[in-house]
């Protein structure tokens, strides 16, 4: 795993990065939450965030992502690759300082590759300014929307405008103070043969009339304030169709080219809280002395830990072959490999925070160390963009198809 001297300048650059704001400031950033929460309003970014956004852009730490795009930092999937590692290692705090978390990130790249310029005007170019937030409307709760044909939400055309009907949840980011569009997907053509065309991408302004959030979503217990996840209705929303990404029909299409994207982000991310959660098992593990000798002493304790290593670095070489495929033959073509790393990483990190955790006694599930709230993210990432059953079926076809004659 050679990377470039940029790179390498990088990681250096984003490693001090971390160890002087991010690391010191978690402690901080949480209790500015929990202080705008006894305020009323846990939603509200907190100030240590927008200090150190303001520093991340100074330093040239920002928009480390999009890979296809001159208003990026000009490095590929592979090159992001161990930098969105470092970040990940501070899942719910790093990331957006850098302005390359989730759901903006990929948000950003479906309106360079599919938005047409006064599109980008107005919603791109302030996401890339980390001037505003978005989120993306998906998922609903009344159909089984790991399969993307099932959505109900409906658009129809009137007059110049389209009119939105429909529910959605865990949209991710609505409920963010900055949060300031959606891209929501729906059906503008229910009755078309083809069940790949009846879906439509259209940017909603969250301020439009007759959009409401009506819920807060936990993981866990977590609300992931100030991001938090949403249930959010749409009642006679009306939006121009000049809104409309692409064309109509499309829907289905941008979906399959974001999603591929956001995968392996995410996994990225989830392989840097995996490494930190095996160097705080294994620093217990060295101070801790139940029955009179250390926990590293036990065969149990080292044979987690090895296993630890093994499963890490075994994910992380997926993730980078996705990411390596991904830049010279194209997602499409990678999609086999952007399935097997969206089932390998998240299980992955599952099992080494469990231990991790398993370490640290009761300690590892209560608030005083990272590794629950990371546990419920990693859980989380087994439904996030695709279960792992739908992942390990495409993953299944695909190595029938070889066989095939």
């Known amino acids: 795993m050679e990377f470039s001297p940029k790179v390498k300048e990088l990681q250096e650059r984003l490693n001090k990065f971390m160890d002087t704001y991010i690391y010191p400031n978690e402690a901080l950033f949480h209790h500015q939450i929990e202080e705008n929460r006894l305020a009323g309003n846990p939603w509200r970014t907190p100030a240590i965030m927008k200090e150190l956004k303001e520093k991340a852009k100074a330093e ?144 909603v302004p969250l301020d439009t009339p007759g959009v409401k959030v009506e819920r807060a979503l936990t993981v866990f217990g977590y609300d992931h304030a100030p991001h938090g996840h949403a249930e959010v209705s749409f009642t006679n929303v009306r939006v121009p169709q000049s809104n409309v990404l692409l064309g109509e029909g499309r829907g289905f299409e941008i979906a399959q080219g974001r999603l591929g994207p956001g995968r392996i982000h995410h996994c990225m991310r989830v392989i840097g809280v995996a490494e930190r959660a095996l160097e705080l098992m294994c620093r217990r593990a060295l101070e801790r002395k139940p029955f009179g000798r250390p926990l590293a002493d036990q065969g149990v304790t080292r044979e987690r830990i090895a296993s630890a290593r093994i499963m890490i670095d075994q994910a992380r070489l997926l993730v980078l072959n996705a990411a390596h495929m991904m830049d010279t033959v194209g997602n499409k073509v990678a999609k086999k490999e952007i399935a097997m790393i969206k089932v390998a990483a998240p299980s992955m990190a599952c099992q080494v925070i469990d231990w991790a955790m398993q370490a640290h006694g009761g300690a590892g599930v209560s608030q005083d160390f990272f590794l629950a709230a990371a546990y419920a993210s990693a859980r989380t990432l087994r439904f996030a963009d695709g279960p792992d059953e739908v992942h390990r079926n495409q993953i299944g076809k695909l190595e029938l198809a070889k066989y095939k004659v």
Request: glycine residues 6%.
């Open 60 to 203: 040239g730490l920002w928009n480390l992502f999009l890979p296809e795009s001159s208003l990026g930092a000009g490095l590929s999937n592979y090159e992001y690759a161990p930098l969105c590692e470092i970040m990940g290692r501070s899942t719910h705090f790093a990331p957006e300082v850098f302005n390359c978390s989730a759901p903006d990130t990929g948000n950003m790249e479906t309106l360079v590759r599919y938005a047409n310029e006064e599109q980008k005007e107005k919603w791109l170019m302030p996401l890339l300014s980390g001037e505003i937030r978005s989120a993306f409307a998906m998922t609903e709760p009344a159909v089984a929307s790991s399969d993307a044909t099932n959505i109900e939400a409906d658009i129809k055309k009137d007059g110049t405008d389209y009119v939105i009907n429909g529910r959605k949840w865990w949209t991710s980011g609505a409920l963010h103070e900055d949060c300031k569009v959606l891209i929501f997907m729906g059906k503008t053509d229910p009755e078309n043969p083809d069940k790949y065309r009846q879906q439509s991408m259209i940017l």
